[in-house]
């Protein structure tokens, strides 16, 4: 059965850190590109960044620029988020997918085939 699993939400204050992870059972994710998208309540689900298969290529939404910083480890068939400097306007659900890509690039507007379950990040004083 092919499943992403994220984990690592949770409730952290203004200004903290947090990182999410991505893990795949079933396929390899050496073979696709992974996206990490967010909804909050409300409000329409919204592409946070996403990274390449090789990871030679990422790419973030503005808001979370220079907070923000996706990675991989193929080996260990995991994807992580690693976000700093939370606001509370970063509060939401956080998904991972996966598209398979032959090229070494991702879009975060990209049809994506594989989607995670979702976990809770809830920046709060």
């Known amino acids: 059965q092919l499943q992403l699993v994220e984990s690592g939400g949770g409730l952290v204050q203004p200004g903290g850190s947090l990182r999410l992870s991505c893990a795949a059972s079933?396929?390899?994710?050496?073979?696709?590109?992974i996206g990490w998208f967010r909804q909050a309540p409300g409000k329409e689900r919204e592409g946070v960044s996403c990274?390449?298969?090789?990871?030679?290529?990422?790419n973030y939404v503005d808001s979370v620029k220079g907070r923000f910083t996706i990675s991989r480890d193929n080996a260990k068939n995991t994807v992580y988020l690693q976000m700093n400097s939370l606001k509370p306007e970063d509060t939401a659900v956080y998904y991972c997918?996966?598209?398979?890509?032959?090229?070494?690039?991702?879009?975060?507007?990209?049809?994506?085939?594989?989607w995670g379950q979702g976990t809770q990040v809830t920046v709060s004083s």
């Open positions: 079933g396929f390899s994710l050496n073979y696709y590109a």
């Open positions: 997918a996966a598209v398979r890509r032959m090229w070494d690039i991702c879009a975060m507007y990209d049809r994506y085939d594989y």
């Open positions: 990274i390449s298969k090789s990871g030679g290529t990422t």
